[in-house]
């Protein structure tokens, strides 16, 4: 049996992606980082061998995910130095018991952990009030959190502002593939987009007066109306543990306060 090798992208290339992806000449790179643009047209063409210092200093200066910069090490010939530990790893011990503990300190109000993907890894109970009859194989492992929300079959006919709701979830998908490049959350977009209801981020209404965009979700007990917040760990070293993020929902109004105050509900 036979088999190809695949060519590694080299270093040069790159970094000359990241680059561009930032919308940087090389000129402005320099002028932001101090590495004359000399050096970064070597580095880029592959006239110089970059040091793993240089390699780290540039990969944050253009903001690379910790994976793309274990890739820029690795390209160059280094070791990757950043780590990659599912929640569920005995050293993940401490993260994962501070998040469970943030998650139950929220209740009776929904909380969630995601990956960059924006595939559930733990909810808390008050999770629950937004899912009363979400079709089964949308809530087959992994849970793909967007699709649940906007899928004809999920969340969606409840959610009475479903085109300003999936105009915002999907402009910070299309951030987040900016930042990253990933095929596989472009993908997802452009299924999410096809979704009856959904309205695409190219929409632009004239701005109002609201100073935040609540989710409006109509209940058994009424429309039920809230704030949410998105929280992620600032200084991770972990490739892993720097693609998490925490979405918490607030009440909005008394009512939707009291209605979930008031229904205690079964674990995901």
């Known amino acids: 049996m036979s088999t190809t090798a695949v060519p590694r992208t080299g270093f040069g290339e790159l970094l000359r992606r990241w680059r561009t992806a930032r919308g940087l000449s090389q000129l402005r790179l320099s002028a932001d980082t101090g590495v004359s643009s000399r050096h970064l047209s070597f580095l880029e063409t592959g006239r110089a061998q970059p040091s793993r210092q240089i390699i780290l200093f540039l990969a944050e200066q253009l903001d690379v995910p910790l994976p793309d910069r274990n890739d820029l090490l690795l390209a160059a010939g280094f070791a990757p130095v950043y780590g990659s530990r599912s929640l569920d790893d005995p050293a993940m011990a401490g993260v994962r018991d501070s998040i469970t503990h943030m998650l139950a300190g929220h209740e009776p109000?929904?909380?969630?952990?995601?990956?960059?993907?924006?595939?559930?890894?733990?909810a808390n109970q008050g999770s629950r009030a937004l899912v009363p009859d979400i079709a089964p194989f949308l809530l087959a492992e992994p849970v793909n959190v967007l699709r649940l929300t906007l899928h004809p079959e999920g969340m969606a006919p409840r959610i009475v502002n479903l085109a300003e709701w999936s105009e915002h979830l999907l402009l910070r998908l299309r951030q987040r593939i900016t930042r990253k490049g990933d095929e596989g959350l472009a993908k997802l977009h452009d299924e999410l987009a096809s979704y009856p209801g959904v309205r695409s981020p190219d929409h632009h209404p004239e701005p109002g007066q609201r100073v935040v965009l609540p989710l409006e979700y109509r209940s058994d007990q009424g429309v039920l109306r809230f704030l949410n917040t998105t929280t992620s760990f600032t200084t991770p070293l972990d490739t892993a543990l720097s693609e998490i993020f925490i979405e918490a929902f607030y009440p909005a109004d008394e009512t939707t306060r009291r209605v979930l105050a008031a229904r205690p509900l079964p674990s995901w």
């Open 109 to 122: 109000y929904p909380a969630l952990v995601m990956d960059g993907g924006w595939n559930r890894l733990l």
